[in-house]
């Protein structure tokens, strides 16, 4: 697994975020963006282009280094750009300096998502804003059933990425309020493409 793990698997991340369908959330999303932004699980930088005039320094937090070799050789933002080698469950930034956390179908593959989101809420300034576009659990009972059972397979060939995760109690379980969320199926098999997308504030 090691040769999977540290070499295709990258290359599969980043050409899996290559779909086009995806535009469209990360122009929304990214788009909302500003200040000094904290995104979580950067991977290969293809949220970067999609920054706009508001932000004013990018913080591009991401564990695996060959997805930062990437994201290093990829365009970059006309904005500064900081990338940091490091796990979302221990985000090395001070308390309170950050104004938006940003992360895109990235709490489907942490570990330890009630840790990371905890670091989210810690880091942002009082007033800050977590801006999330997430795939995960399905209210369809149907769609349930097939994430449930594809997902102890799937999270061992995708990089820990789970098909099931409650997305939205997540967040309120860590201590944000949303502020508002769509959700719905974008085209592709149901069980991989219930989309939630929002922003929410620290409690």
């Not at 591009?60 to 006309?78: D, F, G």
């Not at 956390?101 to 009630?114: D, E, H, M, R, S």
């Not at 508002?180 to 504030?201: L, Q």
């Amino acid at each position: 697994m090691g040769v999977y793990n540290d070499v295709i698997l990258p290359k599969l991340c980043d050409l899996a975020m290559r779909n086009e369908r995806l535009r469209p959330y990360r122009e929304r999303v990214i788009g909302a963006a500003e200040g000094r932004v904290l995104e979580i699980g950067s991977g290969s930088g293809l949220n970067l282009p999609f920054y706009g005039a508001r932000v004013r320094e990018i913080l591009a937090l991401e564990p695996s280094p060959n997805l930062l070799a990437l994201a290093r050789s990829a365009p970059q933002s006309a904005m500064p750009v900081r990338f940091i080698e490091a796990s979302a469950e221990a985000i090395p930034l001070d308390d309170g300096s950050v104004d938006t956390v940003v992360t895109t179908w990235t709490l489907c593959t942490i570990p330890g998502a009630a840790a990371a989101l905890s670091e989210m809420r810690r880091v942002l300034k009082p007033g800050g804003k977590l801006l999330f576009v997430e795939h995960g659990r399905s209210p369809d009972r149907g769609v349930r059933w097939f994430q449930d059972g594809l997902t102890p397979v799937w999270r061992r060939i995708s990089g820990g990425c789970h098909l099931n995760r409650p997305i939205r109690s997540m967040i309120e379980d860590g201590g944000f309020r949303i502020d508002r969320v769509e959700t719905g199926y974008m085209p592709g098999p149901k069980p991989m493409t219930f989309m939630y997308e929002g922003s929410a504030r620290p409690n």
